[in-house]
């Protein structure tokens, strides 16, 4: 094997810079900004073709994969990677080994795999693997496949790898599978074998331990030949409805009664994965929005779960409504919920999501992996290094489409709060004195517990957005999430991608607040010190930071009579402050707080003996970890 020679050493750096200003203008994809010196944004490009015969007797299938493989990265690639998903499925696998050594490991994983028999295992095979009609090289360990290329690609060029291969789906234990707890004969996800993607840091060969994925932008032409009893349901747009008879007339399903055998023919476009599902047993319906979405549903009708997924297509139907409307506009032309998986989990154009739930519950994954198809599935950050990107983003969004949900009136039972992120806080609250808080900068798979992957890609995740709607102010904080979105959908943003939107529409400098919140542990506390009379007409309030996090406060006064005067002080570093949160509630804007004081003094022209209580950082809309000491009232009040 050749070694790789990087192309950033300071001796080649001028010369590759000519080089590819040269390149730019001929690639596929639109440039935005990035942080290396003199270099547009760049990804790479899949086209998959693949023909799979299924046998649902020995739950095993033949494939042939076309891979086409377009180079858009500045470097001549010697080698690509694949992940084998199913591999994981094994005694003694890395998924398996981790399940068993976490203190606290996932109930649905456990020591499942290490009892496996082996009809129930999972495995790729791979048959044969050419490079534009000639054999290569390759290497399988554990869940990815090294490829020696016998032609190197360089910039600019494409490849075709063309494969063979056979695999055995698993029992279901983790997200893929067969036979789920529920019943649903086949939740296929991760079951082909997929190229690994490579970006500005390089491949990312990772493992296949447990959790998140990566994957290249591209499209799917993909034909699955399968027993003529099971209904499917997959990402893209079926293809031949009239072959296996399964069509719409006014928005309703017509039921295929072929027997034998039948061909599904899928295709989707700019999308970085595939996932489908099948089962005899499936109701389906759908619902056309007036945008002409269609949305389908695919369950096992039983009396227990009848009328929640009877109920879910009108709800599901405002939940667009409201998501585009903050989070940007869904472009694709369907989405699929299918009863299957392991709980809930989401794929581009479907998710998978078990179904025997009540009406809230159904709601609440429904709501929470539909998400997930703009904070992945257009929003594709690297889930392995960016999880609090994916689950916060979608978990901040979540509380607030139940939220609007709950308003509207569609859950029973359920009424919408001033502060649908509370429960948030008080779980963060509790994990950052736990002792078990590791920073969201953690590779998802090499955290120590899942609690602390747990609460910190998910609940902490969502906090970053819920502060950072408090940092910036509500109506500058919409702006920014759709900005973001613009910018970056059919893309790969990272952290600090998402960063630079949020100064670019605020003005303001934010980098300290990646730092702290996402790289340490450091924690918020702030307090009121004093409260007391300056003269006869005027009261001094004296803040003291107590956390080692620095954050901008805001600060309520309340006065007899129902009167509140607001006030915000913004840190000094963050050269710039808000001004209005939520639209038409204006704020005073005192001056800055140097993050290395201590303690800040602001004197206001109101009698001491006017006042009834201070709030500070008010309504929980930040995460100090010890709020008893942010609310003074008047001492006969107490």
Known sequence: MKKHIPLWSSSGFWAFCLFFWAWVPLQAHSPVECFLPACNYWQQEVDYTMDINFDVRKHQFKGHQKLVYTNHSPDVLHRVFYHLYFNAFQPGSMMDVRSRQLPDPDRRVGNRIAELKPEEQGWHHILSLKQDGKDVLYKVEGTIMEVLLHRPLKPGESTTLEMRFESQVPVQIRRSGRDNEEGIAYSMTQWYPKLCEYDAMGWHADPYIGREFYGVWGNFDVTIHIDSSYIL??????????????????????????????????????????????????????????????????????????????????????????????????????????????????????????????????????????????????????????????????????????????????????????????NEITSYITYARSGAEEPLTTHADHFSTNYAYGVGSYVKGALFLHQLKYILGEPVFGRTMLRYFEDWKFKHPTDRDFIRVAEKVSGMELDWYHQYWIQSTKTIDYGIKAVEPVGKKETRIRLERIGQMPMPMDVLVHLKKGKVLRYTIPLRIMFGEKNEDPAGVKWTILPDWPWVNLEYDFVIPVKLKKIVRIELGPSGRIADIEPQNNLWKKQDEK
Request: aromatic fraction near 14%.
């Open 233 to 422: 349901g997959a990402t893209g747009y079926l293809q031949n409805p009239q072959d296996v008879g399964y069509g719409y007339e006014q928005g309703m399903p017509v039921k295929h009664s072929n027997t034998g055998e039948l061909s599904w023919h899928f295709k989707a476009e700019k999308v970085h994965d595939f996932a489908w599902v099948a089962d005899p047993d499936y109701t389906h319906t759908s619902y056309v929005r007036d945008d002409g979405l269609v949305l389908h549903f695919l369950y096992q009708k039983s009396d227990a779960n009848e009328a929640a997924w009877a109920s879910l297509p009108r709800i599901m139907n405002r939940a667009f409504d409201y998501i585009n409307a903050h989070c940007g506009q869904y472009p694709y032309k369907q989405f699929t919920f299918a009863q299957g998986g392991d709980g809930g989990m989401e794929y581009p154009m479907m998710t998978l999501i078990t179904g025997n739930r009540p009406l809230r519950s159904l709601v609440g994954v429904s709501v929470h992996e539909l998400l997930h198809s703009w904070y992945y599935g257009l929003l594709a950050t690297n889930e392995s290094l960016y999880a609090w990107m994916d689950e916060g983003f979608t978990s901040y969004y979540s509380d607030e489409v139940m939220n609007f949900l709950a308003a509207e009136g569609m859950l029973p039972g359920l009424q919408a709060e001033e502060n649908p992120h509370q």
